[in-house]
């Protein structure tokens, strides 16, 4: 079995992966990039509609969850320091991709990010790059330096067709998210094993489903701007954009909106949703010029028909506004500016764009490094930190490439 002694074994080609081994490319620093699927990069390519959402115009650790909020905070502010936007937006330029900004102040790539990251993997040398490698084994053993001093570890991984080893170790699988591009829970595993802290893997900027017998149900195909909440232990939880668009889907829904509520949402939460986040309701029914109007007609002006007859609870419909109680009055207000259920679940790792969980970063010092294991890394999604929608997650697994390379 060929045997293959580099300075950086580097397991996972993806976003994190692919920009540690350019780094460690310019660096003349010798390393090995592992990864199990035939081609690097398959979840980034398909990032943004395919369109890349790269980064952001601003990014901070509000942006970002994780189970322990202020070693996430504290590593992120460090992070930040040195690896910025800007940086991203130079890496594009370098590379002649151009970008838009978005609304959000999302900054996307203006042709597919397929040619960006193949531009990349082209910067690589062949003899580093070790595709569709199957990994039987990861272990780790002391050896004392030939001259004395002290033992020092070497990382050796199996795959069916080499042997691997090196002294710096550097896992950047991602999380199990899109399996179908080839996601695993190999960080995870590993970093179990080896006595780290771990927090499962769970969905995240992922669809959330309707219960049975939604009024919901059928509405597949409508878009429209919502504020969404949820309500946990007195504490509500919102969007911190405020209004985005929520997509009705066979299902569920889904929807930047959606997908952002979703890395906060757990099992049994109740969403409130407002339809109508920039309107007065209440004031719309007490001005007079509305009282003739039917409650549909004052309504459905200002919603899809389809929602908007969903929503209207079926006995006010055809009511004048002005006979309308006050009872009533709240009452369809609350149906179409506080829509209260409890979804029935997320729709599961498939359609998840990240995870919540990951490498707990309590053995994680500020280079990434473990404090378990000299000269053992973790970066981008593997680690117990998930970027909400809007650039974030990529943003997040370039910047912890960049920190690793200049401690290498
Ligand atoms: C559909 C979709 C759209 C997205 N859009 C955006 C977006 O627009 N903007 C944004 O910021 N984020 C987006 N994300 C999230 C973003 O793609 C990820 O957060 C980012 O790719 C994480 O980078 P990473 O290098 O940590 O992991 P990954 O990019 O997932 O790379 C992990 C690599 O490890 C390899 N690997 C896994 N297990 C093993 C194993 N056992 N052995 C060897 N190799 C292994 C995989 O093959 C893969 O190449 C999107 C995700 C999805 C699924």
Not at 325 to 344: E, G, H, I, M, Y
Request: with cysteine.
């Amino acid at each position: 079995m060929p045997e293959i002694c580099k300075d950086v074994l580097i397991v996972g080609g993806g976003a994190a992966g692919l920009f540690l081994a350019l780094l460690c490319e310019r660096k003349h620093i010798s390393y090995a990039l592992i990864d199990h699927q035939a081609a690097l990069g398959m979840k980034w390519r398909l990032a943004g509609g395919a369109m890349g959402n790269m980064t952001n115009r601003t990014v901070n650790a509000e942006h970002y969850v994780s189970h322990t909020p202020k070693q996430a905070k504290k590593l992120l502010q460090s992070l930040f320091k040195t690896w910025q936007p800007q940086n991203v937006l130079d890496l594009l330029q370098e590379y002649g991709m151009e970008y838009e900004e978005r609304e959000f102040g999302q900054i996307f790539c203006t042709k597919p990010v397929k040619y960006f990251i193949e531009k990349i993997i082209a910067d690589l040398s062949e003899k580093n790059c070790f595709c569709g490698e199957k990994i039987l084994s990861c272990q780790y053993s002391e050896k004392l330096p030939e001259h004395g001093g002290q033992a020092e570890t070497v990382y050796t991984i199996k795959t069916a067709d080499h042997v691997f080893c090196g002294q710096k170790l550097v896992i950047a699988t991602g999380s199990s998210s899109y399996p179908q591009a080839g996601a695993t829970d190999f960080a995870l595993r590993l970093a179990k094993k080896w006595g780290h802290d771990t927090v499962p893997f769970r969905s995240a900027l992922v669809p959330l489903l309707l219960p049975e017998h939604s009024p919901l149900l059928g509405l597949e195909g409508i878009s429209i701007p919502v504020r969404l909440k949820i309500f946990r232990d007195g504490r509500e939880i919102a969007d911190p954009c405020g209004v985005r668009s929520l997509l009705f889907t066979h299902t569920g829904i889904s929807g930047p909106a959606v997908l952002v509520m979703s890395c906060f949402w757990q099992k049994g939460d109740t969403l409130h949703i407002d339809f109508l986040p920039e309107d007065d309701l209440l004031a719309r029914m007490h001005d007079v010029q509305n009282g003739r109007k039917l409650v549909k007609n004052l309504i459905l002006p200002l919603l899809p028909d389809r929602l908007a007859l969903s929503l209207i609870p079926v006995d006010l419909q055809n009511r004048k506004v002005a006979e309308l109680s006050k009872k009533d009055r709240q009452r369809l207000t609350a149906s179409l500016q506080d829509f209260c259920f409890v979804p029935k679940d997320t729709d599961g790792l498939k359609k998840a764009e990240a995870c919540l969980g990951g490498v707990g970063l309590a053995q994680i010092n500020q280079n990434l490094e473990s404090l378990v294991h000299k000269n053992l890394y973790f970066m981008g999604e593997c680690l117990d930190i998930t970027g909400l929608l809007g650039g974030y997650n990529i943003h997040f697994a370039l910047a912890c490439a960049f920190r690793i390379a200049h401690r290498l």
